[in-house]
């Protein structure tokens, strides 16, 4: 099957610095990639929808400036967060999707960020 | 609006049925997904469901009533694997005047399988 990777797979920083999370579909090309944030025993939250080689789509409530994502290649997205601080400590969950419509989207192992 | 509900938490017994209902509310609808997540872990998929009825697939199956807003995933014969968070995901259509992909997940079920 479809197989998604992120890198790194969990990340410390300090507050005020920025980090970036890679997120690529390793045997397909994947038009469509979304960025998920999941806080201890919640749910997904998705953040941001990405299309390659356009401007991603965020849903209400996140920061576009504080999130930044690319995605500059059909096999690659980043996301990154900048001037990090300790409520931005999560589970970061990428997932790409084949085509626009397709029946499912492959989900990467996940990015622990941790902000002291 | 987008409202996804599911129990928090469930307790069953190994070899033993177990039903965990979604029911949803959303502006559009183009499916309806269950995944498995262990703690740590990226979400799997356990099944996909467009039309109304029963999907089965080995020991896991799927319902989706699209008139009541209703799903359930059954898990039969219950193992010690099996103990995980089940999210409920409704695949959303012309939020934004169009088809899209992008996928609401409900809040979760934690299901502690116990000996």
């Known amino acids: 099957g479809a197989v998604v990777s992120q890198h790194p797979s969990w990340v410390i920083c300090k507050s005020g610095t920025s980090v970036k999370i890679e997120c690529r579909s390793l045997d397909f090309q994947a038009t469509t990639m979304f960025w998920y944030r999941q806080f201890p025993k919640q749910s997904l939250m998705l953040m941001a929808t990405s299309n390659e080689g356009s401007k991603a789509t965020y849903e209400q409530g996140v920061e576009k400036d504080k999130f930044l994502i690319n995605h500059a290649s059909l096999t690659l997205s980043t996301l990154t967060v900048t001037s990090a601080h300790p409520e931005d400590s999560s589970f970061y969950i990428c997932s790409a999707s084949l085509a626009g419509f397709s029946y499912e989207q492959y989900f990467g192992p996940g990015t622990r960020l941790t902000v002291t | 609006g987008q409202n996804i509900d599911q129990p928090t938490e469930m307790t069953a017994t190994e070899g033993a049925i177990v039903q965990i209902n979604c029911t949803y509310q959303?502006?559009?609808?183009?499916?309806l997904f269950w995944y498995q997540q262990h703690a740590g872990e990226a979400p799997t998929f356990l099944s996909y469901?467009?039309?109304?009825g029963l999907e089965e697939k080995g020991r896991f199956s799927s319902f989706l009533s699209r008139s009541k807003g209703y799903s359930y995933l059954l898990l039969k014969e219950l193992q010690m694997k099996d103990s995980a968070s089940y999210l409920c995901a409704v695949r959303d259509w012309g939020a934004y005047g169009g088809a899209t992909n992008k996928l609401i997940f409900g809040t979760g079920t934690l299901l502690a399988v116990q000996p």
């Open positions: 469901n467009v039309l109304d």
């Open positions: 959303t502006s559009g609808f183009n499916g």
